[in-house]
């Protein structure tokens, strides 16, 4: 697959000319600059066997948040087969612009289409003949938000980087979301398991911001693999990126087919935790809790907190029988091998149909060991008949005569049942009843 980098100094709109070129939302755009921080690539919409990337703004810096994201830019562009280069016609050429264009000169010999965006109205625009000091040659007005000019796009493209068929994959990717609060160790997860430096690591929270999918192979899987900023308390957040950033980390979780909750094992499990995983939980998706910093924590009082843990979610949640949770460690690897091998299992058993015969089976000698409530108006209720009707979450759906009020307690009794002879303890699971009408009413 083509790799398009999209380059230029910060905010001269290559977000919103990438969330245009893919047809997603997937890159934060806002009018403050150095928002993108990550490297964040998607397939174009007439191009899909081209992987666009969008990358930090290029800027001066020899340490920091800035510094990192620019050399991670820089990277991108050195492997790319095609650079856009982004400049901002309203404000005109600069001399970081220079400056850059030099560079990128310097890094790759793949050809560089110079793009001079905001150029929707000619009275803003500022001389676009002193963009040819770029040395990138003529010069293409474009307004990514108003996705004015993108022909010229199409042609730079369809003449540099030849079409390359696409061949359609055998086996789906596993979506893999990874969730947590800020500073817990995701991003330093995500770069254990693609065995490279890819997302910017930092000992200070609020450094991933946008939702970062990274196809990758690991463990004998593909699978995509999504970095998300971390989530907060609402009452702590006070900042508009934040927000943003907060709503694609969510909007991840109904995106994906698995969900690692990472949590700092070195502390105690918060509410905001807890409430990211009744997310989860009510997505229907598999949860896998990771238990992160597990080297960090004293031997003997592993098995305590461990207990301690797996009693907070079991107690909280009642879709779920038994909680996966795993103690890895993502600086040293640790336990996350194990982990995924886990992760795969569990999605495999997912996928799988359970035989309408052996699930009447399992709920025939469950009623049979306890038998239902009678009703608040004291009529016996008779299940029926059973069947599988959805997967993600596991939903059984259950046909009832007479009264169809059956308590939560014995639902809970009947959905514990069918996970443990199923195998399902680790898989959210929802039974629904239907009421059999009586013809003679």
Partial sequence: MAKITIAGRPNTGKSTLFNALTGTRDAIVHDRPGVTRDTICGQMITRPDCELCDTAGLEHERRGIAADSTDMAMDAISSSDAVLFVVDGRVGLTPEDIDWARLVRRKTRAPVLLLVNKSESNRRLGDVHEFYKLGFGEPVLISAEHKNGFDEIYEFLEKNVPVVTVA??????????????????????????????RQI????????????????????RD?????????????????????????????????SDVVILVVDATRDIENQALGI???????????????????????????????????????????????MILAISAETGTGVQNMFKRIYEQWDISNATAPTSLI????????????????RLKRPMKIKFARMVGRHPMRIAINVGGASDIPESYTRYLRRGLATALK???????IEYDKSENPFD
Avoid at 171 to 182: D, N, S, Y
Avoid at 201 to 220: L, Q, S
Avoid at 237 to 252: F, G, N, P, Q, Y
Wanted: proline letters at 6%; one cysteine or more; hydrophobic letters at 40%.
């Fill in 168 to 197: 359609n994959e055998p086996e789906r990717r596993v979506k893999i979301a990874v969730l947590g609060q800020p500073n817990v160790g995701k991003s330093t997860l995500v770069n254990r398991v693609l065995g490279e430096n």
């Fill in 201 to 220: 690591v930092k000992d200070e929270p609020g450094v991933t911001r946008d939702t970062v999918k990274i196809p990758v192979r690991f463990y004998g």
């Fill in 223 to 255: 699978i995509l693999l999504m970095d998300t900023a971390g989530l907060r308390r609402k009452s702590n957040v006070r900042d508009d990126v934040e927000t943003l950033s907060a709503l694609k980390s969510l909007d991840a979780i109904e995106k």
């Fill in 277 to 323: 995983a009744a997310r989860v939980y009510d997505a229907g998706k598999i949860l896998c809790v990771a238990l992160n910093k597990w080297d960090l924590v004293e031997p003997e009082l592993r098995d305590e907190k461990l207990l301690k843990l797996k009693h907070h979610f079991t107690n909280s949640f009642h879709q779920i029988i038994k909680p």
């Fill in 360 to 375: 009447n089976k399992i709920i025939g000698e469950l009623v049979e060991s306890r038998q239902p409530p009678m009703s």
């Fill in 424 to 430: 399902w303890e680790h898989l959210p699971i929802t």
